[in-house]
């Protein structure tokens, strides 16, 4: 049974969970203590009030279905906040509210929200429990799709109140679906008191605390106080057929290939070789300098909270299977058979289905404006255990986490960069991935083809302002005996016709090894304005068909393209004013010279 008592004589944490509750008034508090028998008292009770549907037993065992409203189905960036006490600490990349404000606001939408409720008590960790890297949290939240989710996407439950024991430290964070109203939503962050407050929504963005809202936001700035990086990356390995495994993050925006890189198989042509690669993680990378120079990572989470829309056994076979069992789907196509589909899934599309909203969806369906009708909302998710993934890596609960050889930042440009290039050094490194930069795609808001800037693919995730945090960077920099070495790939450079000229997905680690080899000083490179590129005869291109000249076109600089981005990276650093640091002006101005001189 679920236990109404506290299990902990931590008096701060048993104080503030005594104030919420005064606040918001549930019925009842509910610890959670991570135990698969009180896990299915949850799902039982989540099915009798319909928050959840059982999803076929034998073909999707463990597999449930969430729907939430048609206004609440991605993170609401116009009401998430970072809330401290002077504006420039936020900086122009995050709205801004002051403490004061934000709580009295709050408050109100907050009071009585738990009526005839249960206020589940979650204490998690992000990060193995009792790591060095690890960061513990208490969410209070009246969903158990919630508490469910978060079960999946971090350590919950008895060991970490033991290691939080009787004084530690821990980010408090407070949500409640209040009446889902999206005039009364809220996700405020309160770097200065380590608090995360969000109301009136049930997407998981927005509501699963653990993730951006405490891994990205709250961390990064936890981290530029205490030393460390918070970061919007993959973790992978690239395990050699000696049993040698090299470790390699990295940051690309959406619709990059993010995930799908996380848990490559290697291509045809390079399976003779026997690389194999293991999956840390697919979106959060926590990084510390250890006594031995080396930059080491770990991945806080423990789920992956993918999209599903264009996941497929093409794009990433390994997701495919990873999603087979133990996982809760969100606004996907039900289908008669009590199996789920949506666009770009395998197969052919259903005769009939039920959508996301839970109308009858039928193949071929338009609205008023003559539009197709989606079965499944293209920002649909799943919530799975990372332990499902056949790539998982053994070193997930390790508490050392793994040595990162490279960082690799990604964007999506058809004719500006090419499809690898090396930095100079950290400076330049650091340069390159704050002025990064994708083209827009059909599946984003804005103009098709439009360039927009995202550093270190940390935009919307940065919980201060982000000339300190490029500062950051720079920093840590000099704190490291052996800096990774810091690259930028491009897999979306196209040709005249637009079409792309590099196939992508599994073959992407023909330029990893290459990635590899640089960092090992196996190979040389060519000098360029904006970096190294690779001798295309140094990219294995064994069993990979090709038109005449691809590779070399994949690799080229247009001065005169690069001339003109200069004009968009300088507009983009005046927005910071003089809180930029000098070290970025002085590398922009390095790439102007170099690109004038060549």
Not at 175 to 197: A, G, Q, V
Not at 301 to 314: L, M, R, W, Y
Not at 553 to 578: H, M, N, T, Y
């Amino acid at each position: 049974m679920i236990s109404f008592e506290s299990p902990t004589n931590h008096k701060k944490l048993n104080d503030w969970i005594k104030q919420m509750a005064a606040l918001c008034q549930p019925d009842k508090i509910a610890w959670i203590d991570g135990s698969e028998h009180q896990k299915l008292i949850l799902e039982k009770e989540a099915l009798v009030s319909g928050e959840i549907i059982q999803l076929n037993p034998e073909k999707l065992p463990g597999c449930f279905l969430h729907r939430s409203r048609p206004d609440d189905v991605a993170r609401t960036e116009h009401l998430t906040f970072i809330c401290t006490r002077k504006k420039c600490d936020a900086g122009p990349n995050n709205n801004w509210m002051s403490p004061k404000n934000a709580y009295a606001k709050a408050r109100k939408y907050f009071k009585g929200a738990m009526q005839g409720r249960i206020m589940y008590v979650i204490p998690f960790s992000m990060g193995p429990v009792g790591s060095p890297f690890s960061k513990i949290g208490v969410e209070l939240t009246d969903s158990i799709y919630v508490v469910l989710n978060m079960l999946i996407m971090t350590r919950v439950g008895s060991d970490v109140l033991k290691q939080l024991g009787p004084e530690g430290e821990f980010t408090r964070c407070l949500h409640s679906k209040s009446d889902l109203d999206i005039n009364k939503r809220l996700i405020l962050h309160f770097p200065e008191d380590n608090t995360i407050w969000s109301v009136g929504s049930g997407y998981g963005g927005n509501v699963l605390l653990g993730k951006k809202c405490m891994s990205l936001r709250i961390a990064g700035y936890l981290g530029r106080k205490e030393g460390w990086l918070a970061e919007h990356m993959l973790i992978m390995g690239i395990e050699e057929p000696n049993g040698h495994i090299e470790y390699i993050a990295g940051a690309f925006p959406s619709a990059c290939g993010k995930t799908n890189m996380a848990m490559l198989i290697p291509p045809q042509g390079l399976q003779k070789k026997g690389y194999r690669v293991w999956t840390v993680g697919d979106d959060i990378s926590w990084m510390r300098i250890d006594s031995d120079g080396w930059l080491w990572a770990i991945n806080p989470e423990a789920g992956f909270f993918g999209v599903a829309p264009g996941t497929n056994s093409k794009s990433n076979s390994n997701m495919v299977k990873t999603i087979q069992k133990n996982t809760i789907y969100t606004n996907v196509l039900l289908k008669p058979d009590k199996t789920v589909w949506w666009e770009g899934a395998d197969g052919e599309a259903p005769q009939q289905g039920i959508d996301w909203q839970g109308r009858l969806w039928k193949p071929g369906m338009k609205d008023e404006q003559g539009n197709a009708i989606k079965g499944a909302h293209p920002n649909s998710r799943f919530t799975t255990p990372i332990a499902n993934c056949p790539s998982a890596s053994f070193r997930l609960e390790q508490h050392h986490g793994v040595p990162v050889s490279a960082i690799i930042f990604g964007a999506r440009r058809a004719h500006l960069a090419p499809l690898v290039y090396e930095s100079f050094n950290w400076q330049h490194g650091v340069f390159v991935a704050a002025t990064m930069a994708s083209e827009l795609t059909a599946a984003q808001v804005g103009k098709v083809g439009q360039v927009r800037r995202d550093p270190m693919a940390m935009l919307p995730f940065c919980g201060y302002n982000m000339a300190d945090y490029f500062r950051h960077w720079l920093r840590m920099g000099k704190g490291m005996m052996h800096p990774p070495r810091i690259f930028h790939v491009n897999w979306f450079r196209a040709d005249d016709k637009g079409n792309f000229l590099w196939p992508g997905y599994g073959e992407n680690l023909r330029v990893l090894e290459w990635i590899l080899d640089r960092c090992n000083n196996k190979v040389e490179a060519i000098k360029t304005p904006i970096g190294f590129v690779p001798n295309p005869l140094d990219v294995d291109m064994t069993g990979l068909s090709m038109q005449d000249g691809a590779l070399e076109k994949l690799l080229e600089i247009d001065r005169k393209a690069w001339v003109e981005e200069l004009k968009s990276i300088k507009e983009f650093f005046k927005q910071f004013g003089k809180a930029l640091p000098k070290e970025l002006w002085q590398e922009y101005e390095s790439l102007q010279e170099r690109l004038k001189s060549q």
